[in-house]
């Protein structure tokens, strides 16, 4: 199994990142670009035998107690065979 967990800035939290992505597309040339949020993607192979619910519990937990920031993150995982 693999798990993808993929982190991005609260739509209230300034994206100086983001925004910078944002204009220099402008300046490219690249129309249309309304709103850039830029953040992390994680990826986790798990052991065959993993107990897939079990797997998703502790996720969830590392994801909210150290992979995220949850006053300024917000994180979505998914688990795919």
Do not use: C, W
Not at 21 to 30: D, S
């Amino acid at each position: 199994m693999k798990a993808r967990i993929i982190i991005t800035p609260k739509k209230a939290v300034l994206d100086p990142q983001g925004k910078t992505v944002q204009n220099a597309l402008a300046h490219l040339g690249y129309t249309g670009v309304t709103d850039v949020h830029v953040g992390k993607y994680i990826e986790i192979e798990l052991a065959p035998e993993t107990n897939r619910a079990e797997a998703e519990r502790a996720l969830h937990d590392a994801a909210r107690r150290f992979l995220s920031n949850p006053i300024i993150e917000d994180y979505h995982l998914e688990i795919a065979e």
